[in-house]
């Protein structure tokens, strides 16, 4: 008999929605390039516009300020190309392998006081939230450098607009919240404008050449369109609700264990927990085998070995760093996987201590 699963791994990319699965079978039936005139190219147009209005009101953005991407790295090297780049030192390695200087840190993750910041040039990069923590950043220094925002986790997890503003180029990734892999967005702020990363036939109002991705396009259209109607929905207190349940039960079990991030505001789903001793990596493998798909880390990075660097850069050793595991919840988590989850990782614990008493 098949043993049933648990996802709680959405940071790392969130269920297809059946809307955005939708939204995609009906264009794949849609024979036309959209940026052919004929009937047919005209209704690929049309499915492509419609996705970019999705998306833009999920942005708090005009659809004139969506251009579409295969993704946030693509995003990313767009926005941030060009000078002198200054990133949080906790951001994804795709912002952060651009960055000349980093900005610290403190053990809860938020920004330290950027100094100097009104003689910054170029780019200055701001996580709205941390992908592994969970924490949501305070609004960035007053700059003449372009902002890049990279609201990735945070887009379809909280209201964008009720982080902060003042960006000018902001990042998108479908596939963090329902849509497909390998579409995303980078949203242009009216009167901002960059040299574009890809030439070519000058697609997306001349700011991203070549064909558009029709298809995951309006997945993720669909997929904006079905976040925002969670937000409004309050779906995400019910599902804090059950992080917050999480975190105290497993304190209960193991009150040594740390909560990443606690103290800052978080986002509604996220749980970094930490155990010193106990591999990250081991807590994985076995909650994996025990059914339950959690992470230690970034997917991006959790392959590689050491502990987070991302964590590291919050001030913590590799003894607490290296012992981080990720539990990121969605709209359809239900009470009943959170509760299974908890129980196995007690259970697992139990044997832990006893391996080490």
Not at 12 to 31: N, S
Not at 56 to 80: D, H, I, N
Request: some cysteine; glycine content about 12%; hydrophobic content about 45%.
């Amino acid at each position: 008999m098949t043993r049933a699963r648990a996802y709680l791994d959405w940071n790392a990319t969130a269920p297809l929605r059946p809307e955005a699965k939708a939204a995609m079978l009906a264009a794949m039936e849609l024979t036309g390039n959209p940026s052919s005139v004929h009937a047919e190219g005209r209704a690929a147009r049309a499915a492509v516009e419609r996705a970019r209005a999705q998306v833009a009101a999920l942005a708090g953005a005009s659809p004139g300020e969506v251009v579409f991407t295969s993704g946030a790295t693509e995003a990313a090297a767009t926005a941030l190309s060009g000078g002198p780049v200054t990133a949080l030192a906790t951001e994804h390695d795709c912002v952060l392998k651009w960055a000349d200087r980093t900005v610290p840190v403190d053990r809860r993750g938020l920004a330290e006081a950027v100094n100097h910041g009104c003689t910054l040039t170029g780019a200055l990069a701001w996580a709205g939230a941390s992908g592994e923590t969970g924490v949501i950043q305070a609004q960035p220094p007053v700059t003449p450098a372009r902002v890049v925002a990279d609201m990735v986790q945070a887009a379809g997890k909280v209201p964008l607009a009720s982080l902060w503003d003042g960006w000018d180029f902001a990042l998108l990734s479908a596939h963090k919240l329902g849509g497909p892999k390998g579409v995303g967005a980078m949203i242009v702020r009216e009167g901002r404008e960059l040299p574009p990363l890809l030439r070519g036939g000058g697609q997306e109002l001349g700011r991203r050449s070549g064909t558009e991705n029709v298809v995951g396009i309006a997945g993720f259209g669909a997929a904006a369109e079905a976040a925002l109607a969670d937000l409004a929905s309050g779906v995400w207190e019910r599902v804090e609700a059950l992080r917050d349940g999480l975190e105290a039960r497993l304190r209960e079990t193991a009150p040594e264990l740390a909560v990443l991030g606690e103290g800052a505001r978080r986002l509604p789903n996220t749980a970094c927990l930490a155990l010193a001793g106990w591999r990250g990596e081991t807590q994985v493998m076995q909650m994996d085998l025990a059914g339950y798909a959690v992470s230690a880390g970034s997917a991006c990075s959790s392959g590689k070995a050491g502990p987070s660097r991302a964590l590291a850069a919050m001030g913590l050793g590799p003894e607490i760093a290296g012992s981080a595991i990720r539990v990121s919840l969605g709209p359809t988590t239900t009470e009943a996987e959170v509760a299974g989850f908890a129980a196995a990782w007690e259970e697992r614990y139990r044997r832990f201590r006893l391996k080490s008493a």
